[in-house]
């Protein structure tokens, strides 16, 4: 089971957490603090961080913010209901998936057991577009001979755009194949995605190499 860095201020609810995720054999690092939290995820090295938005002193979204600077670590953020602007600025950081609180500890675990999951699948080959270079075999990415770090779920995202070069998927597409959704959910999750991976691979949203926009629909990997 996975090594997970929880970061949550109120000490009732980090217990609760702390003892359901040991419980599915999870090994948990549990502070209450975003100072606490960077400290930890430097020292300790976990598999996955999930951040509660709201914390004293240095906020969930900026700890992922700082993470995303040094590693590709997997997050996860914990928002309040209804609190669409926590979801976006968290998305922006770099988070790979939110869960709304309160918390569902076996919801929280499936969503952490599927973020983890996308670290570890790939579909084989590799594949050349221009100077952009996928390596599905070995889950590497490059441009004009230079590394690009993406997150598990980045990579996710472009191996199934690059999987069918030439379609356009769906949000809800790639919600299904990338985030393991089965049910209807926020596509701003995705669009964030691809935000970041364009930034990455340098690709200019309005006048896109490589991911294109496809309106009202959703996106697509240009074939040539």
Not at 115 to 135: K, Q
Request: some cysteine; charged content about 30%; hydrophobic content about 40%.
């Amino acid at each position: 089971m996975a090594h997970i860095l929880f970061v949550e201020d109120d000490p009732l609810a980090r217990a609760a957490v702390e003892m359901a995720l040991s419980r599915q054999g999870h090994r948990i690092t549990a502070v209450g603090s975003g100072e606490e939290g960077l400290e930890h995820f430097r020292s300790r090295r976990p598999e996955i961080a999930v951040l509660d938005v709201m914390l004293p002193g240095i906020d969930g979204i900026e700890v992922c913010r700082r993470i995303r600077k040094e590693d590709t670590l997997p997050v996860i953020l914990l928002t309040a209901r209804g609190d669409d602007l926590d979801v976006v600025l968290g998305l922006e950081a770099g988070a790979d998936d939110y869960v709304v609180k309160p918390i569902e500890p076996r919801v929280l675990d499936a969503r952490i057991r599927a973020v983890l999951r996308r670290a570890d699948n790939s579909y084989g080959s590799v594949s050349t577009y221009g100077d952009l270079v996928v390596d599905r075999d070995a889950l590497k990415v490059t441009r004009a001979g230079r590394d690009v770090r993406l997150t598990p779920t980045e990579l996710r995202l472009l191996l199934a755009l690059t999987r069918r070069p030439g379609h356009a998927l769906t949000r809800q597409q790639l919600l299904a194949e990338v985030w393991e959704q089965t049910y209807p959910g926020d596509g701003r999750v995705v669009d964030a995605c691809v935000q970041r991976v364009r930034a990455k691979l340098g690709d200019d949203p309005a006048d896109p190499g490589y991911i294109e926009t496809v309106r009202g629909f959703g996106y697509r990997f240009r074939s040539s």
